[in-house]
């Protein structure tokens, strides 16, 4: 049977954290052995900040490596840059003109964005049409996502639907997937909010690139609770910052929640805490001497560059062709 179609993307918009790994790469890395995986590196979706030249550049080299390094393997999934793509950018202008403009103001994402900033460009307002034209392009089954995303999924499909009851059955309509190694990470300090890369107290984060000594720091100022005695259990209403961390050790450890909360009944937090510490060090610096390996290695990356765009690029203009072909531009 034809193996099903997953399609994610990710911005490169600088350091990456232990969330934006557990929450995304580790699980790309896992769906290759079920699927057949594309993944796309968004630099356009990117450009609704505006980024430095050689800042956007390096960026986009780093999290290609990081990739690489965390076990995305680009001889079995496609790789790619959406800029090098270009039938991203041309399915985009047509999904533009099946969306009704009330669809996107309802985003929220975007009304978060204008409610901080009423000076945003209309990129902002056409993101997830973007977004759409990437995953539609490859007749995508499955999206994994985090929950920020799943109204552009359902966007997504709306927007497919429409188009299908047009002109018949031109796209696959998607699903999503959710994160299934424990939804979402969590801010270190407050557990109750997600662990993101723009937080600006950086105690609240791990990033990939920590050091030992930053991780002990930050580890060990890490919110628990003051309950007596410690209980080391998954209890995400009532213990959110032990869950967060069990959640942590179980992904860099392989070792199951259940599994860990057996090892460290009868045990306080401060053993608990010693023991993420040792295991994400280790992590990290196993994760990292990749990481440098294929980042040190230009000509490398460029070939994978390459490679990708021309791998994506028969699979996306198969549907773009379709696409043209069925609203009367091919003449
Ligand atoms: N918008 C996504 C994010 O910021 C990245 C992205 C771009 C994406 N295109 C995509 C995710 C297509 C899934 C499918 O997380």
Not at 105 to 122: D, Y
Not at 279 to 304: G, M, P, Q, V
Not at 308 to 315: D, N, S
């Amino acid at each position: 049977m034809k193996k099903k179609i997953i399609f994610s993307g990710i911005q490169p918009t600088g350091l990456l954290t232990l969330g934006n790994y557990i929450g995304a790469l580790k699980q790309w890395q896992e769906l290759q052995k079920k699927y057949f995986c594309i993944y796309c590196i968004a630099d356009l979706h990117s450009l609704t900040i505006h980024q430095k030249k050689s800042i956007l550049s390096k960026n986009i080299l780093d999290i290609l490596a990081m990739c690489l390094a965390c076990g995305i393997n680009p001889e079995k999934s496609i790789i790619f840059i959406q800029s090098h793509v270009p039938q991203h950018s041309q399915l985009n202008w047509i999904l533009n003109c099946f969306t009704n403009f009330g669809e996107i103001q309802r985003m929220i994402q975007f009304k978060e964005k204008i409610f901080l900033n009423k000076n945003i460009n209309v990129g902002v307002f056409n993101y997830p049409i973007l977004m759409a034209a990437d995953i539609l392009l490859y007749q995508t089954n499955k999206v994994p996502v985090g929950k920020d995303q799943i109204q552009h999924i359902e966007l997504t499909r709306n927007i497919a639907s429409r188009f299908n009851k047009i002109y018949g059955n031109i796209f696959t309509i998607p699903e999503k997937i959710l994160n299934y190694n424990g939804a979402c990470i969590k801010s270190l300090i407050n557990p109750n909010k997600k662990m993101s890369k723009s937080d600006f107290n950086k105690n609240n984060i791990i990033s990939l690139f920590d050091n030992d000594f930053i991780i002990e720091q930050k580890i060990k100022n890490a919110i628990t609770d003051s309950n007596y005695p410690p209980i080391i259990k998954y209890d995400l209403k009532n213990k959110p910052g032990i869950s967060n961390l069990l959640v942590i050790l179980s992904n860099i450890t392989k070792c199951s929640i259940k599994r860990l909360e057996k090892d460290f009944q009868n045990k306080n937090y401060n053993y608990f805490k010693k023991s993420i510490i040792n295991n994400l060090c280790l992590f990290l610096n196993r994760l990292r001497k990749k990481y440098f390996f294929y980042r040190e290695n230009e000509k490398y990356l460029k070939s994978i560059i390459i490679n990708g765009a021309e791998k994506a690029k028969k699979y996306a203009d198969i549907t773009l062709q379709k696409v043209t072909n069925v609203i009367g531009l091919d003449i």
